[in-house]
C-alpha cells in the first residue's frame, strides 16, 4: 500500500528502504525513521518539507506498519521517496494479498487504517 504527501523537490528522487522486524515497537520505529529521513531531506538537500507533509508522512507510516505488523507475520520493508514534489511511502509485508479499506461503516471500533490513508493521500 502507498501514500503520497506534497514536498518541494525541484524533481529529484531521493529514496531510502527501510527494514523492520515486525513486533511492537517497529511502528514507533517506522515513524521515528520516516522523520528523519525528512529531516535529512531539508537539511542536506534542502527540500521545502512542509509541516503538514512532516504530518501526513508520520501518520500514513504509522498507519501502514500498523497494518502490516498486524495482519502479516514477519518483517516488514519500508519504502521513502521524494520525487516531483511528492513524498512516496510504500509498505511491503508477508501477506501475498493486497489489503482493502473497508467500507465507511461509523459504528465499527477500529480498522480505519486504510480509511484514514486514503482520505489523507
Not at 522523520?35 to 498507519?63: G, K
Not at 510504500?90 to 467500507?103: Q, T, Y
Request: net charge negative; with cysteine.
Amino acid at each position: 500500500m502507498t501514500g503520497e504527501a506534497a514536498v518541494a523537490d525541484g524533481g529529484q528522487p531521493f529514496q531510502m528502504t527501510i527494514e523492520l522486524d515486525g513486533s511492537g515497537g517497529c511502528i514507533a520505529q517506522a515513524r521515528h525513521l520516516a522523520l528523519a529521513f525528512l529531516a535529512r531531506m531539508r537539511t542536506e538537500h534542502r527540500l521545502d518539507v512542509s509541516q503538514r507533509a512532516v504530518d501526513l508522512c508520520q501518520l500514513v507510516v504509522s498507519e501502514l506498519v500498523t497494518n502490516a505488523g498486524k495482519y502479516a507475520p514477519g518483517p516488514v520493508l519500508m519504502d521513502l521517496r521524494i520525487e516531483s514534489g511528492m513524498i512516496e511511502i510504500a509498505v511491503w509485508d508477508s501477506d501475498p494479498v493486497l489489503p482493502e479499506a473497508k467500507a465507511a461503516d461509523a459504528g465499527r471500533v477500529g480498522q480505519h487504517g486504510l480509511e484514514i490513508v486514503k482520505a489523507v493521500t
